[in-house]
């Protein structure tokens, strides 16, 4: 399988887009021409995004029926942020609020170091997959150099003969 770091030019940039506008927003998952609204302006692109979430699972997870999409790292804290008030909130004043309330209340959003673990994270699977792309082609060479040499044994044989 091809790694997806590989396939497009631009999927570093998409992911690391992705993993800052995900960690910070105030809700922590949405669908994904929301998201597409909100990392480049175009919600016509939403199956552009799906697919990268669906390709970096390292990073980024599909709600149960695949069509919201959030950050792996912010899934793990509770719901407790009041995205009204900007803060954190108590178990037991969440416990309090009506169903519509609860509507209103998110998953923390991430701090700038964990923000650039994740981005440091990503360059590195991508500077991982070129340089094992750059390892795998070793044989070219060789095999280009040897290719060379026997022609160059094969002319020499030809004119002694």
């Known amino acids: 399988m091809d ?3 590989s396939t497009n030019k631009n999927r570093l940039a998409d992911v ?4 800052q506008v995900m960690a910070t927003y105030k809700f922590y998952k949405a669908d ?3 998201w597409a609204k909100r ?3 175009n919600e016509s692109k939403g199956e552009y995004w799906k697919k990268i979430f669906e390709e970096h699972p390292e990073f980024f997870r599909l709600g149960g029926e ?4 959030s950050l792996v790292w912010r899934r793990s804290y509770q719901k407790l942020y009041d995205v009204e008030l900007e803060e954190k909130i108590s178990r037991d004043k969440f416990k309090s609020l009506t169903q519509e309330e609860k509507k209103r209340i998110s998953r923390i959003p ?5 923000i650039s673990t994740l981005i440091n994270t990503a360059i590195n699977l ?7 792309k750059k390892d795998s082609r070793w044989w070219i060479a060789a095999i280009s150099g040897f290719s060379g040499m026997l022609g160059a044994i094969i002319g020499t044989l030809i004119k002694l003969i």
Do not use: C, M, V, W
């Not at 690391?16 to 993993?19: E, N």
């Not at 991430?110 to 964990?114: G, I, K, Q, R, Y």
């Open 3 to 5: 790694n997806p770091y």
């Open 16 to 19: 690391i887009a992705a993993i």
């Open 32 to 34: 994904f021409s929301a």
């Open 39 to 41: 990392i480049e302006g």
């Open 66 to 69: 695949r069509k919201k999409a």
């Open 110 to 114: 991430l701090e700038d170091s964990d």
């Open 126 to 132: 991508h500077t991982r997959e070129l340089d094992q």
